[in-house]
């Protein structure tokens, strides 16, 4: 039986193995025949041998493997042929070592995302923000972002706020990014304002990690959604779509108790895995919405064609208000 996983794997075909559109025992990808047309993963992949089929035309589908390999490499029937003969007769390795086969057989840096990476976990360098000692100057950004000292507690508490005084994220609230499967990465912001990087990320390639003394990102940020294992396991009436973490955490967090929740992306654009991520979540909230500036921006209105069939309608911010992190409790509960 060929292995599809190995395959994707190999050509690095992004796959998704959870979603709305995932059933059991299959593998989803971008339907090649599709092409740009499939801004998801509608193509689903027996990893039984069943064959594979497209959500959104039922042309698209087939049980011989050498068909879907050859629309996906765009390679001749005989190319097509061999890869899936040859996968028959390979040696079967565990499946990290076989990354690492590939990895030096491509001879590529480009670390190849593999979710049974050993777990993320905050470096020795960085502590939960305590209003103490040196914590005192990260407690103090917080605050100064408009918090009271009671409410700054509570959002380092539920936000695990770190902060380090050395290494690569010295002097930076560390912003951890929580998926399903537990710390995949953090974002940290500079509490000084004179710094030319205000936010750094922590890296999904081996060699800039380490380059930099910083542990590796299980996934790339930009394939995440920030705090994603907490939306999907509390939904409330209203997810609320941001684009900074501080934004974010803010209408979540005068938002949580009345009944909404938020996110962000990290950026002014949104990745095909977000939109995935975004489609899981927006079956389990009522309300869902794009909050947009005063002045926005053509890349809002592209992600807002994007989602608006997710169910998202946008939002202006109120008059006065010239970024979420300025809105008080009153103004979050108006929205
Ligand atoms: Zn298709």
């Known amino acids: 039986m060929f292995n599809w996983k190995q395959f994707l794997v190999a050509y690095k075909i992004e796959f998704i193995e959870h979603g709305p559109n995932v059933s059991r025992g299959n593998c989803n990808i971008k339907c090649p025949w599709c092409g740009e047309s499939d801004v998801s993963y509608h193509l689903g992949i027996s990893l039984n041998g069943k064959g594979f089929g497209c959500w959104r035309n039922t042309n698209h589908r087939g049980k011989n493997p050498r068909r879907l390999v050859q629309a996906l490499l765009q390679c001749s029937y005989d190319a097509a042929q061999q890869i899936v003969d040859g996968s028959n007769t390979l040696v079967l390795l565990d499946e990290r070592s076989f990354i690492d086969q590939v990895n030096s057989l491509f001879g590529n840096n480009q670390p190849i995302p ?7 976990d905050f470096t020795n360098e960085m ?13 103090d950004y917080i605050k100064n972002r408009g918090y009271t000292a009671n ?16 290494g690569a994220f010295s002097y930076r609230v560390i912003i951890p ?10 974002t940290s912001r500079a509490i000084t304002d004179n710094t030319l990087v205000r936010y750094k990320t922590l890296s999904v390639d081996k060699e800039k990690a380490e ?24 939904p409330e009436n209203k997810l609320v779509v941001c684009e900074g973490p501080f934004d974010a955490m803010r209408v979540d967090f005068f938002g949580k108790e009345q009944g909404v929740r938020a996110t962000c992306l990290f950026s002014k654009t949104i990745s095909s895995a ?11 909230y009522k309300d869902k919405v794009l909050l947009l500036d ?30 979420p992190a300025e809105l008080d409790q009153k103004n979050i509960l108006a929205l």
Request: glycine share 6%; no cysteine; net charge negative.
């Open 294 to 323: 005063q002045d926005a921006t053509f890349d809002y209105l592209w992600i807002m064609d994007n989602i608006s069939w997710l169910g998202f309608k946008s939002q202006i911010l109120p008059k006065g208000v010239k970024d």
């Open 127 to 139: 502590r939960l923000i305590q209003n103490i000692g040196l914590g005192k100057f990260f407690f």
């Open 114 to 120: 593999y979710l049974g990476d050993d777990p993320l």
């Open 211 to 234: 380059s930099q003394s910083t542990p590796r990102a299980l996934i790339s940020i930009k394939d995440t959604l920030w705090n994603y294992k907490d939306l999907l396991d509390n």
């Open 274 to 284: 977000q939109y995935i991520l975004l489609d899981e979540l927006s079956y389990l």
């Open 177 to 186: 990014v929580i998926m399903e499967q537990g710390l995949v990465t953090w």
């Open 151 to 166: 409410e700054a507690y509570q959002l380092i508490e539920d936000y695990k706020l770190h902060y380090a005084v050395r």
